[in-house]
């Protein structure tokens, strides 16, 4: 079983970027922590409920959230930034980390790719995911999410006050990109990812006990 953290500097950026990775973690048995850096309190739409939207969203795809301290806008990639992550890492014991791309016209998911990297310095798998206001994006990376694009697109619904306001989070605009990354990996949708740092753990699986190797049948017999 994977732990893994999700960080997003607004309310929305995960499911955007990789909500239905998250889906498919949890479906592979997958522990997975939402950290959300700011309250969102600069983006479309009323944002007296933010929290709870992110609440529900979290909820959606079974997975646990971290609420951030930290203003819309007015992120840094500094020490207080680097250690509210490393505390995030710490409490999920995280050893797959998924973040906005470096190369974004948005300060804040800049700050929070770098203040990222700083906080993964001794970790083994980071993978950087699109966000709309991503400028440079060449993935490698790809997660088939053809059994999983309805719970990602359920997951942004939950944001009510943003999905209404931006047409960014269009569910056919969302669909449309899971296609396109899809066709770039050979299956119906897919999220994409650029690696930041991707260790394959080739490691042979424990062997099982000369029982459990046994056929079905066989076992049943010797019981």
Request: aromatic share 4%.
């Amino acid at each position: 079983m994977r732990s893994v953290l999700a960080i997003g500097a607004h309310p929305d950026d995960i499911e955007l970027g990789c909500g239905g990775t998250l889906a498919a973690h949890r479906a592979a048995g997958d522990k997975v922590t939402m950290l959300v850096v700011t309250g969102g309190q600069n983006g479309p739409g009323l944002v007296d409920g933010r929290r709870a939207e992110a609440e529900a969203a979290a909820r959606s795809l079974d997975c646990l959230l971290i609420w951030g301290s930290l203003v819309d806008c007015q992120v840094s990639p500094d020490a207080a930034t680097v250690s509210l992550i490393e505390q995030a890492i710490r409490e999920a014991e995280a050893d797959v980390v998924y973040v906005h791309a470096p190369d974004d016209s948005h300060q804040d998911h800049r700050a929070v790719a770098a203040a990222t990297m700083s906080a993964t310095r001794h970790s083994r798998r980071i993978l950087h995911y699109r966000s709309p206001s991503t400028i440079r994006f060449e993935p490698t990376v790809y997660v088939d999410i053809s059994a999983h694009l309805d719970r990602k697109v359920n997951a942004l619904a939950c944001h009510r006050s943003q999905v209404e306001s931006s047409a960014m989070v269009d569910p056919e605009v969302v669909s449309a990109s899971a296609r396109h990354f899809g066709a770039q990996a050979r299956v119906r949708f897919a999220e994409a990812f650029m690696p930041a740092r991707f260790v394959w753990d080739l490691a042979p699986p424990i062997p099982l006990s000369p029982l459990a190797e046994m056929p079905i049948y066989a076992a049943q017999v010797a019981a």
